[in-house]
Every structure is written in C-alpha cells, then in structure tokens.
C-alpha cells in the first residue's frame, strides 16, 4: 500500500476547472455523443433532465433535440457562458454545493463529469433529487488509435512529457472512470447499476487532433514550451501517416435506477 493513498481526481480542483481557458474550442473540438446512447437515455422516457457538470451543453443539446425540459450545473463560468450561447439553462455551481431549491427531476445525466464529483456527496444527493424510479446516468467517451499509431505515439510521449503517459486519457481509457464503479453500488440509494457500451469512430486530421488534444487537463496544465513541442510532434507523426489517423471510440454508460 501507498504511503500516501493517490489523489482522487474530485480533488483536484486545478484540474477540473482548466477548461474554461479552453472553452471555445472544447466546444468546437470535443467530440459529441453517438445518437445509441441518446436512444437509450430516452427509452427512460424523461421528462425533467438535470445534466450535471454540463460543460459547454454538448450532452444537454442532444436531449433538448429530444424534448426532455433540462437544467445544466457547471462550475466554470466560461464553459457555462458557451452552453447559453447554444440556448441551455445553465446555474453555476458544483454539484456538491449546488441548491435544488426543492426541485426533483427523472433523469440525472453527466457527461465527461461525474469523477469531478465527490461520490461520497454526489451520490446520495442525486438519489434525493430523483422521482421515485428516475435513473442517474453517467457516461464517458474513451478511445484509442490503431494499435501501430499509438505505438508512434508513445515513443513521443515518452520523449517529451512522460509525466502524462500512463495517466493521459487520449491513449489511456482506462484509468478513469471504471475504477469507481462500485461506488454506485454502495450505500442502498440505487438499485439495477449497468453498464452499456457504445463503440464507434472518427476520423482525425492533423488540426483537428491536435485541437482535441489540447482540450484535456493534462495537457493545458503543462508549461507551454513544453506542451508546444509535444503537440507538434503528435501532429507531425499524423502527417508522416498520411495525414489523419481514426480513432476509435467507447463510450461507458453506466446506469443506476433509484427505486420506487
């Protein structure tokens, strides 16, 4: 055992708030939801939707199309700023502070959010804040290259920031979020916890993958020189491959109903 247990990532607050200097091109870069996961989100048959951590509103929007009523809570300005742009209402806050004032919804959603929150908070309060046989429904978009791509990519890390190899999410999915899905388990406030996972694909050319890049924490948290010199050798390496890579994408949904 450790001496000094590891940083859960709720804890880092440096981490989960490095997004608002990025805000405008996480909006553009990030990638959306595959349209399965959104069917399956409304085979629950929501109504009132609270989208916790909702970012720049790229979940939200998707269930706004779908006719669910639905507030947003973000703890960074900037990234709220941009979900309004895009019409979601949006209250600034952390999920663990934040006040429902008495309002109770069907379906509590979070997308690329949910290891911001302290569980031992953020659990039983959605439970409290869900109709008796509302759903909370966390979910991840992870991904990999092709095997030799990611390879070359590696080598590169290795080089020149091998402080994110093991624990970047880009070439890493792994590391977050499965290791805390006991947690949802725990505490009798939710009842039938599954997991479904939806793959799919995407194609990436050289701005386009540094720009996607560049949007993770880890990366907006490295010196600049340094960050400079590792994105422009990932792009270098998409053009000697020809110029775009694919990347394939997980996306976890893990469910938990609240009893009735």
Same mark, same amino acid.
């Given at each position: ?53 909702? /970012?720049?509103? *790229? !979940? $939200?929007? &998707? #269930?706004?199309?779908? %006719? ?53 908070? /953020?659990?039983? *309060? !959605? $439970?409290? &804040? #869900?109709?008796?046989? %509302? ?126």
């Amino acid at each position: 055992m450790p001496e000094h247990p590891p940083e859960r990532t709720h804890e880092n607050r440096a981490r989960a708030l490095a997004f608002g200097g990025v805000a405008t091109l996480y909006d553009q870069a990030r990638p959306s939801y595959p349209p399965a996961l959104i069917d399956a989100l409304m085979e629950l048959s929501p109504r009132r939707v609270l989208d916790v951590g909702c /970012g720049t509103g *790229k !979940a $939200a929007r &998707l #269930l706004v199309e779908r %006719g669910c009523e639905l507030l947003g809570v973000e703890p960074d300005a900037s990234m709220a700023a941009v979900a309004r742009i895009h019409g979601i209402s949006v209250e600034e806050a952390t999920f663990e502070t934040w006040d429902a004032h008495g309002r109770v919804y069907d379906l509590i959603v979070s997308g690329q959010a949910w290891h911001w929150v302290n569980p031992t908070v /953020g659990i039983p *309060k !959605a $439970a409290s &804040l #869900l109709n008796p046989g %509302g759903y909370l429904a966390v979910f991840w978009n992870r991904g990999r290259p092709d095997p030799d791509t990611q390879e070359v990519f590696d080598d590169i890390y290795m080089r020149l920031a091998p402080e994110i190899a093991d624990t970047n999410l880009v070439l890493n999915p792994t590391a977050q979020p499965r290791e805390r899905l006991d947690e949802f388990h725990g505490g009798g406030v939710f009842t039938g916890v599954t997991t479904r996972t939806f793959l799919w694909d995407t194609v990436y050319d050289r701005t386009a993958w540094i720009d996607f890049i560049s949007t993770h924490a880890d990366y907006i948290l490295l010196p600049d020189p340094q960050r400079r010199a590792l994105l422009a050798a990932l792009g270098d390496a998409v053009d000697a491959r020809g110029g775009t890579l694919t990347y394939h994408y997980s996306t976890l949904l893990v469910l938990a109903a609240r009893g009735i």
